[in-house]
Structure formats: structure tokens, C-alpha cells
């Protein structure tokens, strides 16, 4: 089938992160080079302001302010949360097809995969001929058929750079402390806590992924562990993480009430104060502290991986080049090639191979004991997140007692 | 009295910050400049090292190695909460005279001037000649005598950018956002998110620092009114917030449990999970969420003012020039000259002036209704803060709805 000519339209989904706007700013870009593309509008808030015909006019924008957004953290456009029912998808459909819509891009996770997919079925049925494709997004590098995500690298370095400091933070001031890291179901955010680490004993000490089976008891034990050994411990721990049944340890054994009686708390910080509650009643370790990174972890400015923003760039560009050939859809994956030098390649994967299910953290990324990552994970990390500060720390040579 | 002729001890004392090895290090490059000095020790952990005599020979670091550590966050030569007993005080001053130290600099904040006072003392009852000097370092900003402290521009940095990337997030997906914010006593850290703002409606909507009575009341009405204005919210708080008799909210409204009904929690995010849950009880708004920053504000990688480090070197080369001057003692403190342009210049000040009680944020600096800060505080804190990210935003021209 030949190249359709028409209007385009992008909108964001999902959680924000770090590089999602440069994908935005790529397809942008390539967009306005294409001339089967008449107008391109961005929807605000995703599938919300296509709903509610809240758009706007992508191409009244200057090259240098697309270029700043590119360099911005969080969903330009607005993101949403909303995952479409069928009468939505409709709707999406009919409002696409009145806006003259043959080029529509959908940038985010699994779930804006989904929708991609369902809405591309819709102008099939109606033999509307539209271009539907999704372009890659999420923190928790949880996409199938992808060696890693946009967004992951930032988001890693971010919490690799977060852990040094706080290991170095546990040096100055000997205890134990405890990171909190996004990531409820794939453990990548929090095994990148590892990429902290350059000399022996420099923490994280322990790391647990969600993709294991979460004891407190072998917690706590490792924890002693690893304090009498180094006089300190740094840990870094997933959201996530669940018990032998699949029940989150936070939802499991926390229970916060406030001075009024009620269980409403969001418990921002309740997985990190529980695991420090257990250390200090079961073990004679007195100075015990949690963080939890929060939101940070996806929208910190300035911290970005170069690897990370320039893949984020470049599936943008891809999507939108693909869309020129013709009757397909789908979704630019990014995949690497195998060897010691990072090197990858982006492949267009069916939009119906990256929706819905996700993965995890392989297993041979992951130590025996359920306690840290392996080297396999180091090597496969370490070119995505990039360069990490390098702390310098005193020689000390001893001075003899007088 | 002419310049006393032997060793020099240097100890770093209280919370680490992301500059205070520049301090520790311009002074130990500017004594290796002075023919009176002859061993540099550094102890362990301040006082504790002294008392233990666990000290290192800093002649023995290269100046490349010096430098590292210069612009590694924490405190390289580790810190300690200890305050001294008036025995230890007698015991640290007997170490020193017997490593026949003449000149002492102790690197932190008001506990550690007086301890530098009281050391002082000793010596003088003693008829022991020796220098005793305190640089000043917090991230708190609460030294009296100073402007601004050492420490205090590169975590005000941090947070200002960490609000930044929040109120971007916010609105990309809308709802409240409560951030909470380190200062106990102090509110400067947390009135420094002002500097996030750079357009009309940029967050932090609302500020509250510990310097004026929080009524949660008043808090709800407030979110509530910038909710309905704006459709989002975020919020800056300070950990200190009290009530009219000085009572931290956090102690006083929330009580945690654990399964095991002990009441053990360190309640690291409790504080925002209050607030989260008042608004949540007492308004329609359903998305409403909590981070508590923590030590990353301290101890971030990379996160530097540039103004803030130079300072913090500066402070460091000129207490041992000033030890160089014949028998006097004290702190170096950052004064800042009238007038528009920022210029600041060091002074001797006498160690008790520092010591003990702290400085709040001035009444100028905060608003009339107690939750926003000033123009006033804007002009007094960007200088010190430096530069922060400029984010990109969409002009946003209107498609008309087809």
C-alpha cells in the first residue's frame, strides 16, 4: 500500500521519565521532514486529550524550544494513567479519523502498547488507513522483546549516583542504612544500585529484587552479617518486593494509623521504616535509617544517561520512518548485539509482542542467595547508564600511636 | 605572641555535605604552604578518632588524590555525632599535647565550635600554646555570625532541582504532591525550593518551614484554594514543622505500629504520609503523594554549587592562614557586603560566637500568611544556589476542536 497522506498526532503515557520528551522531539523532528505528514499535534495528558479533543499544534513550535523540551524531564505533553475500555478505544478511533489522523504514534510502556494495538484493530475493521505505532518508554525496563528501554539508563544512573553518595554518607557516619527503590514487579532500578560500587566493601552491601522470594529472617541475618564485618551496611531494596506467595512485604506486615484512627496513609516510607524496625529489634545494631527515593528516580533534572537520551531520540526518528513504509505497524525495539562492545541495533517488533506482559530480571542476573546481581548484570548495565562520578577517597596512611 | 612551631590535627564533625572536603582540603593544602606546621594529622571521626588516637598522616596524600576527595561528597575523613563531655574535652586536649599539635581545626557546625571553645580553654589554663579554629560547615545554613554557610548552597541546589523535576512531574500527572524537606529547626533548605519556580504557576505552590506554628487546618485550606486554581499542587515542608507550642507534627499527630505491635518504626516518610492522608480525609482530591528527600540532599554525587565549593575551600585555606597570625583563635565566617551585586568577604569571629545556638530564617524572608517565602529570600539565596536547569515547555497553540 502506498504512503498515506494526512495529519499526525503523539501523546505520552505512563509515568515520566528522564528521556521520554527526546523520544517526543525526535518523532517531531523526522515528522516535519516527511511530506505524506500535513499537521502534527500533540494531545494532551495521552488518550484523555485525544478523548477530549485537547490538542495541540506541534508544528508552531520553534526548533530551539523543541530542543530545550528534549531536554527536559516528565511528559511534555501531560501524561495519564488511563488504561482505555473498548467503547474508549471507539472514541479514540472516531476522534482520529476526524482529525484526519493516518500517522498516530502512542509513546510509554506495555499498557500504551496495548492501546496502540487496540486502536490499530479499530481503523482495520473501519479500513481506515492509519498508521499506528508505539514508541518505547519506561523506567522499570520491563518491555519485552527490548535488551533495555528509554528511560532506564537515567533513571539507573540516578540511583546508581544516589547509592554512591549514600554510601559514602554510611562511611562518614557508620550504620545501617536502607534505599528504597521504584520498581514493583522488574528489579533493574534497584540491581543498578551495583553500578555505585568501584572498590571493595563500597556498599550496596545487599541488593533484593523483587523476582525473589523475600525472607525478613535471611534479611535481618544477612544485615548482621555483613555490619560485623564492615561496621556498616548499605541496602538497597526494591518497592516490590514480595513473599514466597506473592504478597508485597509492605502491604503484608504494615499497618499505620493516624492520631484520628485511620488507616489512610499512603506509606511513602513504610517498606524502609518496617525493615528498619526488624534490624533494630533483632539485632544490637542502634543507629538504623531508610530513605525512600520516590519520584526522583524519574524526574530528576540534569541527570541523564547520554546513552539513555540518545536511543530515547532515535526511537522517536525510527517510528516515524518505519511509518513511511507502507501498511505496517508496530513498536522500534531496541536490541544489542552480542559481543564485548555495546552495540545496538533497533528492530520493528509487533505492536501485540511488547503489550501486556513484561519482563523480569533474568535469572542469571541475580546471585543465589537472592542477596545482590551478578557480574553478568554489571556487564550488561554499565553501557546504558554511562559514566558514574568517581569518589576519591584518602591513601591514610596510619599515624603510629604515641 | 610569635607563631608556635609544630603539628596540625584536623577532624570533620556532624552531618557530611556535598563540600565539605573542599574546606578539609584547602586546608591542608594551605598548610603544607607553612613552614611552622610540620605534620598534618587528620582523625578518624572527629573527636572519637582523637580520643582513640586513630589518626592519618594527610602529608602522605598526593595533591592529585587530595583533589578527588576535594570533590567527593561526605566527610573523608568521617564524621560523628559525639558532643564531649567536659572529660573528654581533658582527655582530647591531653592527646593533642602529647602529638605536640599547635594548631587544631575542627570542620562543622555549632556543636563543633564549642567544642573548639572548650578545647581552647583547656590550653589556655594549660599555658599550651595552640591555635584551635572551627570551620564552619551545614547544610542547615543556622550559624550565627555567617550569611550563609558552607554546605548549604549545593543541598539548597539539590533540593530546588529536586522540586523542579517533582513540579514538572506534577504536571505531566496532576494531582498533590507533598515533599518534605531536611532542617529540623531551620527552614532555609526547604525555603530554597522557591528557586524551582521560573514561570507563573511553576511549584512549589506552598512552603512551610519550622520557623512559623503549622496548622494542619490551615495547610488543608491552602492545597485545597491552589487545587482548585490550578488542578494540581505541590507542596514543600519542612521535617521541623510544629505547632503553636513547639511540638513537631510529626510526633505529635502520628503513631505507627508494626504486625508485631511494636511501635519501633523510624517513620523516615511518616510525616509526608500524614499530611498525604489529611488532605486525602478532608478534600475531594484523590492523587495526592508524599517523597521525604533524605540524605541524598547531603551526599548527592555531582551536585554542587560552584559558589558553594569555592567557598567552602576558601574557609578551610583561611583559618590556617589566620592560625599563621600570632595568638588568636575563632571561626571563619562568609559576611555578605550591601548592594546588588553578590560580594562576600571571610572575618575572624570568636569561636563562642558561633558556638551553641543557631540563627532561623529571617521574618523578612517568609510571607505574611506563613506559607510562601519572600522576594527577599529569593535575592539573599539565588546567588549562593548558582545556576539550576532551565526546562523547556510547549508554547501550546490550541488546535480548534474539529
Redesign the interface.
Known amino acids: 500500500m502506498a504512503t498515506a497522506s494526512g495529519n499526525m498526532l503523539i501523546a505520552?503515557s505512563g509515568?515520566?521519565s528522564m528521556v521520554i520528551?527526546q523520544s517526543l522531539v525526535g518523532a517531531i523532528l523526522e515528522a516535519k521532514q516527511q511530506k505524506s505528514i500535513k499537521?502534527i499535534?500533540?494531545a494532551r495528558?495521552g488518550i484523555k486529550g485525544i478523548l477530549a479533543?485537547d490538542?495541540?499544534?506541534?508544528k508552531?513550535?520553534?526548533v530551539a524550544?523543541?530542543?530545550?523540551?528534549?531536554?527536559?524531564?516528565?511528559?511534555?505533553?501531560?501524561?495519564?494513567?488511563k488504561k482505555p475500555t473498548a467503547d474508549d478505544c471507539a472514541q479514540i478511533f472516531d476522534?482520529l479519523r476526524?482529525?484526519d489522523v493516518r500517522y498516530f504514534f502512542y509513546i510509554g510502556g506495555n499498557d500504551s502498547a496495548e492501546t496502540a494495538h487496540i486502536i490499530n484493530e479499530h481503523a482495520r475493521a473501519a479500513s481506515f488507513e492509519m498508521r499506528c505505532f508505539h514508541i518505547p518508554k519506561t523506567i522499570d525496563n520491563d518491555l519485552r522483546e527490548n535488551d533495555h528501554t528509554p528511560g532506564f539508563g537515567s533513571a539507573a544512573k540516578f540511583v546508581a549516583?544516589?547509592v554512591?553518595?549514600?554510601d559514602?554518607?554510611n562511611?562518614?557516619?557508620p550504620g545501617v542504612?536502607i534505599d528504597v527503590v521504584m520498581g514493583r514487579h522488574a528489579g533493574f532500578l534497584t540491581a543498578a544500585s551495583a553500578l555505585a560500587r568501584q572498590n571493595e566493601n563500597d556498599g550496596p552491601h545487599l541488593i533484593y529484587l523483587p523476582e525473589r522470594p523475600f525472607s525478613l529472617d535471611q534479611f535481618v541475618a544477612d544485615v548482621d552479617r555483613v555490619y560485623t564485618k564492615l561496621g556498616r551496611c548499605v541496602i538497597a531494596v526494591s518497592e516490590g518486593i514480595s513473599d514466597e506467595e506473592h504478597v508485597p512485604i509492605a502491604s503484608?506486615?504494615?499497618?499505620?494509623?493516624?492520631?484520628?484512627g485511620?488507616v489512610?496513609?499512603?506509606?511513602?516510607?513504610?517498606l524502609?521504616?518496617?525493615l528498619?524496625?526488624?534490624i533494630?529489634?533483632k539485632t544490637k545494631i542502634s543507629r538504623?535509617?531508610?530513605?525512600?527515593?520516590?519520584?526522583?528516580q524519574?524526574?530528576?533534572?540534569?541527570m541523564i544517561s547520554e546513552v539513555d537520551a540518545k536511543e530515547a531520540r532515535e526511537v522517536g526518528i525510527r517510528a516515524v520512518k518505519q511509518s513511511m513504509k507502507g501498511d505496517i505497524d508496530g513498536s522500534i525495539a531496541i536490541r544489542r548485539k552480542p559481543g564485548e562492545k555495546y552495540q545496538i541495533y533497533y528492530e520493528r517488533v509487533p505492536l501485540r509482542s511488547v503489550a501486556r506482559d513484561t519482563r523480569e530480571v533474568p535469572k542469571s542476573h541475580i546471585n543465589k542467595a537472592g542477596n545482590d546481581v551478578t557480574a553478568a548484570f554489571i556487564k550488561y548495565a554499565r553501557p546504558i547508564v554511562g559514566n558514574l562520578?568517581?569518589?576519591?577517597?584518602?591513601?591514610?596512611?596510619?599515624?603510629p600511636?604515641?
Open positions: 505520552q509515568g515520566p520528551n499537521r499535534f500533540g495528558h479533543k490538542l495541540i499544534d506541534l508552531k513550535e520553534t524550544n523543541l530542543e530545550r523540551v528534549a531536554n527536559t524531564p516528565a511528559s511534555a505533553l501531560g501524561s495519564v494513567r476522534v476526524a482529525y549516583c544516589a554512591m553518595g549514600d559514602l554518607d562511611r562518614a557516619l542504612k503484608k506486615f504494615i499497618k499505620e494509623v493516624d492520631a484520628h485511620n489512610q496513609l499512603s506509606g511513602s516510607g513504610a524502609g521504616d518496617l528498619a524496625g526488624e533494630k529489634a538504623v535509617r531508610a530513605d525512600t527515593f520516590g519520584y526522583l524519574r524526574s530528576f533534572p540534569g562520578p568517581l569518589p576519591g577517597h584518602f591513601k591514610g596512611v596510619k599515624v600511636v604515641a
